[in-house]
């Protein structure tokens, strides 16, 4: 196989490769000309609205990576020391490693295993089984004692989390979801 950006042989299929058809050349050489290489300017404001419009969203924020996103995420739900956060066990990462940043534990949960994305019917389970609400109205984890805080659902390869089952099932157990599209925007 040979990679669009050289003629070099490559030996492995890879997981994402950049497609570079359009006008990106001079895009980034109209960001190199006028200076604005960093987290303002023109596109920075056109990819935003152009992405919170596709994904139907009111807003959109650029930040410099999904890691960063996540984390902000987080933060935004008030995720904080001694809760716990939903990931799923086929993740890149940051998907665990950000609820650590935020001083909380991961608690996986399996995947399906036709799409490898967390596995509604299994989080479900975990949730009556394994987990009570209490009279402030919040859900906490028999074992550990520990606030359920969030889910973070990940598209794994592009393959959509059953998100209005997902958002019901949290509804009701008053959780937070935090949707990474990450790898299938």
């Not at 650029?62 to 001694?82: D, I, R």
Request: proline share 3%; charged share 25%.
């Amino acid at each position: 196989m040979t990679s669009i950006i050289s003629d070099k042989r490559l030996n492995v299929i890879p997981l994402s490769e950049p497609a570079i058809i359009g006008n990106e050349w001079k895009y980034i050489k109209d960001c190199l000309d006028t200076g604005w290489v960093s987290s303002v300017g023109s596109y920075v404001n056109r990819f935003e609205k152009m992405v919170a419009e596709y994904v139907d969203c009111k807003y959109g924020i650029a930040v410099v990576n999904g890691t960063s996103a996540l984390h902000l995420s987080l933060l935004v739900c008030g995720v904080k020391s001694g809760d716990e956060v939903i990931v799923p066990t086929v993740t890149f990462v940051a998907t665990a490693n950000v609820v650590t940043y935020c001083g909380a534990d991961p608690v996986f949960i399996d995947c399906d295993q036709e799409t490898l994305c967390l596995d509604v019917e299994k989080l479900k389970l975990f949730l009556e089984m394994e987990c009570i609400r209490k009279n402030d109205g919040h859900t906490y984890n028999k074992a550990s004692g520990r606030r359920i805080k969030a889910i973070m659902a990940v598209h794994i390869f592009g393959h959509p989390v059953e998100m209005d089952e997902l958002n019901g099932l949290c509804q009701r157990y008053n959780i937070d979801v935090i949707e990474d599209a990450t790898e299938s925007l």
